[in-house]
């Protein structure tokens, strides 16, 4: 999904284990006329492609949705967080909690009682990363940059947001967006530092898999941090 405003024109992409619940639900009580864009397209009874998760539409899919309402992408100030990938496919797991067959918990035949069948370990050499990389989420197939701002959820700040959004708009007729300082921590998953979760062999595999949003947030593989 994505969450649109007209009245502050911006579109926030929610990449998935980023801090977006937290997103959404602060977005949606402090700018009333947000909608998620799909319940939009939806209403008029358009059906689209979502390729990787119908909650979580890259920008491709984004202007996809764009053009069915007769907006043009661009005219949107688009921006999409990322996290350190390791830290992300450790809450991935807890939140999936895959069972013997590899089913997660929100997916049909889902057996409750061989949850956690599978060590983190065995877990991340054969789960799917499609959908989870910034690189299939924000750019386009050329590889070009297609959101406007990608911002690290680990230095985030709503007065950045603001300020980036309030420059986009600069010079059209549109009120200047307020928000709150901080980001409210919702939905998280309940596990130890996720550096404990991982070996030698399963380091590399997430470096491998998340090489570019490993370079655009800087990121390095902590096995220090507490929390």
């Known amino acids: 999904m994505a969450?649109?405003?007209?009245?502050?024109r911006f579109l926030f992409l929610v990449n998935p284990k980023t801090a977006s619940t937290s997103m959404r639900r602060c977005l949606r009580r402090h700018v009333p006329d947000s909608v998620f864009l799909q319940d939009r397209v939806a209403a008029l009874g358009i059906t689209?492609?979502?390729?990787?998760?119908?909650?979580?539409?890259?920008?491709?899919?984004?202007?996809?949705?764009?053009?069915?309402?007769?907006?043009?992408?661009?005219?949107?100030?688009?921006?999409?967080?990322?996290?350190?990938?390791?830290?992300?496919?450790?809450?991935?797991?807890f939140y999936e909690r895959p069972d013997r067959n590899r089913v997660r918990f929100?997916?049909?035949?889902?057996?409750?009682?061989?949850?956690?069948?599978y060590g983190f370990d065995d877990w991340i050499e054969c789960v799917n990363p499609r959908g989870y990389r910034i690189e299939e989420f924000a750019f386009e197939r050329r590889r070009r940059q297609i959101v406007n701002k990608i911002y690290p959820v680990e230095t985030f700040s709503f007065a950045a947001l603001c300020q980036d959004i309030n420059e986009f708009n600069e010079g059209v007729a549109v009120p200047m967006l307020a928000l709150p300082e901080e980001l409210p921590v919702t939905n998280t998953t309940r596990h130890a530092h996720y550096s404990t979760y991982y070996s030698r062999d399963s380091v590399e595999i997430v470096r491998q898999m998340f090489r570019k949003d490993i370079e655009l947030g800087g990121y390095s593989f902590d096995a220090t941090s507490e929390g």
């Not at 969450?3 to 502050?8: A, F, G, H, I, Q």
Request: charged content about 20%; aromatic content about 18%; hydrophobic content about 35%.
């Open 106 to 117: 929100f997916e049909p035949n889902y057996d409750e009682a061989s949850a956690f069948h």
């Open 3 to 8: 969450l649109l405003s007209d009245r502050y």
């Open 48 to 93: 689209v492609d979502y390729q990787f998760n119908p909650h979580h539409n890259n920008a491709r899919i984004t202007q996809a949705l764009c053009g069915s309402l007769g907006k043009r992408y661009h005219d949107y100030f688009s921006f999409v967080m990322i996290r350190n990938p390791w830290a992300k496919m450790v809450s991935r797991y």
